[in-house]
């Protein structure tokens, strides 16, 4: 039996072949506490294999990334585990524009909040549905057109460190379970061999 949340997601990870409808199950029954703290303990291969093992599971869309209860400009977090060697917790919070159908809309808003956030910049960006799966791309090529209220100042990603950082990149968001998500990010369309576990509040 497992000792903690994050042992049982790594026992389902660690299995020969990922079975989704299981490490859905599993964290679908855990708190909200003890996702973040399941997701927050998976490191770089297994989050590798995840994404592999996510494509075509369940489609992920934009108003599970904001539910419709939420109003338009208030920011729904994400709690965030990445691949990077360094800095590795973040979080993406994300908003739905004003004049969005709550129920199904066309664009989302918002920015990484991290620890180097003062000189990486928040890293804007604007959600959408993939061209081609049902996916959600995170463009980090799009900002929004005003920042909410209590937001960072709009900065765009492709000056500065913003540009090494968030420049011409667009994260790949596949479902996971009801609030998890696994996203890949590419630069100028190449994949950067970088992933990331987001797990959103309640």
Known sequence: MANSPSDGLLGLLGQDEIEMESVAAFLDGLTHAERVE???SVGRKPQAR???AAKGFAPVRLEEL???G???GKAVRH???NSLPAFTQFEKRFCRPPGQDPGAPQELW???FQTLQPLTGPGY???RPSPDAPEVWVDYNLVPSEAPAGWPPLRSNETGLSRFVYGFMIDTLRRVSEHVTIGSAARRGKDLG???LLTREP
């Open 125 to 127: 960006y604007v959600a």
């Open 110 to 112: 918002g920015f990484n």
């Open 79 to 81: 709690f965030g585990k």
């Open 50 to 52: 995840l994404y592999r």
């Open 70 to 72: 939420v109003g338009d």
């Open 194 to 196: 970088s992933w990331f």
């Open 66 to 68: 904001v539910p419709p």
């Open 38 to 40: 399941a997701t927050r």
